[in-house]
């Protein structure tokens, strides 16, 4: 029996969302897929985005890019925040 990819959505905010052009896209992905990879593939296909310091989430929890994705996840993608 074949494994079935998982689907996440990505989410992106403020400079990523202008760069990609998309506020949220679902992605399918291979079972035990890194979050790293999809930081990988992103800057590959928007390489805008490695002008910016990049910040990622899982799930609303700030991500290393080691964690494990599931069907479901929900990753984000956002520059630094100012404000006061």
């Known amino acids: ?3 079935e990819n998982i ?3 990505l989410l992106f ?3 990523t969302a202008d760069i990609t052009g998309q506020r949220r896209v679902d992605v399918e992905l291979p079972p ?3 979050a790293a990879e999809i930081f990988k593939k992103l800057i590959s ?5 490695a002008k910016h310091r990049l910040y990622f989430s899982v799930n609303q929890k700030y991500a290393t890019g080691d964690e494990i994705l599931n069907d479901g996840d ?3 993608i956002f520059t630094a925040v100012s404000g006061g």
């Open 1 to 3: 029996m074949p494994i």
């Open 7 to 9: 689907k996440i959505r």
């Open 13 to 15: 905010f403020g400079a």
């Open 32 to 34: 035990d897929a890194k």
């Open 45 to 49: 296909d928007h390489p805008l985005l």
């Open 74 to 76: 929900e990753l984000a």
